[in-house]
């Protein structure tokens, strides 16, 4: 049975950091690219961070320069460590997992599992 669970949420002022994190079982974790993707009430998810199995990493253009997304292959554990959180980073986060890109990573028709999310509220 597939697992996804993501950790780190909460409440930070702008400028603070955070670090989520996504626990993966069920499944070969190392045979799966992986994302987290961003989603606010009433909006489309939002791709913000891909991670291939090598370790190829791309960023949207929201997160480059304060996003970073990492994997520990041997946790089977996925982070993303957030600096310089801005207001507009409010969001449930969520962690994905998939096999093969339909068009381009922030598809989220590329992704077979899904976690249930964490949210991120950055506000004064």
């Known amino acids: 049975q597939v697992h996804v669970v993501e950790s780190g949420g909460g409440s930070v002022q702008p400028g603070g950091s955070l670090r989520l994190s996504c626990a993966a079982s069920?499944?070969?974790?190392?045979?799966?690219?992986m994302a987290w993707f961003r989603q606010l009430p009433g909006k489309e998810r939002e791709g913000v961070a891909y991670?291939?199995?090598?370790?190829?990493?791309t960023y949207a253009d929201s997160a480059k320069g304060r996003f970073t997304i990492s994997r520990d292959n041997a946790k089977n554990t996925l982070y993303l460590q957030m600096n310089s959180l801005k207001p507009e980073d409010t969001a449930k986060y969520y962690c994905?997992?998939?096999?093969?890109?339909?068009?381009?990573?922030?598809?989220?028709?590329?992704?077979?599992?899904w976690g249930q999310g964490t949210q991120v509220t950055v506000s004064s």
């Open positions: 991670i291939g199995k090598s370790g190829v990493t």
């Open positions: 069920g499944y070969t974790f190392t045979g799966y690219f």
């Open positions: 994905a997992a998939g096999r093969y890109i339909v068009y381009n990573w922030t598809r989220s028709a590329s992704y077979q599992y």
